[in-house]
């Protein structure tokens, strides 16, 4: 196939259709109708300012800033995926065993939403999203609060269930100062 002719997908699906038939004919869709509209002149991009785009992160360095993941699990995860296999990265850390299916897609679908909402809620709710705490640790460190006067975070710290990074993280990301 001529890598200039940009059919490079189409080489690969006729070789692993069984394997790569969603990716590219389901998955892929919705991007490719956005290159229709370029093409037609119809699509005009209104998130060059936005804060999404603007703010928006590879999930593994937001995962990694969030000290959820090492570098070397963030560096050894893109090697593998660049070497073997056409999983999206969040895929790989869960079936890795590193982090839930929920936290990934909290901190990959989730966060960029949630960063945008004028609501914001108790620093539980969104471990409890992130899978990161679940109703007994929550209402345990709320009941613990009115005895040692520490805060959320701290309490969750504490007690070894999240780490600093990941509480300072979603402080900052948030939860305005």
């Known amino acids: 196939m001529n890598g ?4 490079e997908w189409f080489y690969r699906l006729t070789k692993e259709p069984q394997r790569l038939w969603k990716r590219y004919l389901i998955d892929d869709m919705p991007f490719l109708l956005l290159v229709l509209q370029q093409k037609l002149g ?10 999404v ?8 360095q937001t995962l990694q800033k969030a000290g959820l993941l090492s570098l070397e699990q963030v560096e050894k995860i893109l090697q593998y995926q660049s ?6 990265f969040g895929e790989i850390v869960n ?3 590193l982090l839930p299916k929920n936290t990934v897609d909290f901190f990959a679908e989730k966060l960029p ?7 914001k ?3 539980g709710q969104y471990f409890k999203q992130a899978a990161l705490l679940d109703d007994a640790k929550i209402n345990f460190i709320l009941e613990s609060q009115t005895t040692t006067g520490l805060k959320f975070g701290e309490m969750a710290v504490n007690q070894g269930w999240v780490k600093r990074e990941t509480v300072d993280f979603l402080l900052t990301e948030l939860i305005p100062s």
């Open 4 to 7: 200039e002719a940009g059919l």
């Open 113 to 119: 939403i949630l960063k945008m909402e004028r609501q």
């Open 42 to 51: 119809l699509y005009h991009n209104n998130f060059s300012n936005s804060t």
């Open 83 to 88: 070497e073997y296999s056409y999983d999206k």
């Open 95 to 97: 079936s890795w065993g």
């Open 53 to 60: 785009f603007s703010e928006y992160q590879p999930i593994g």
């Open 121 to 123: 809620y108790p620093l």
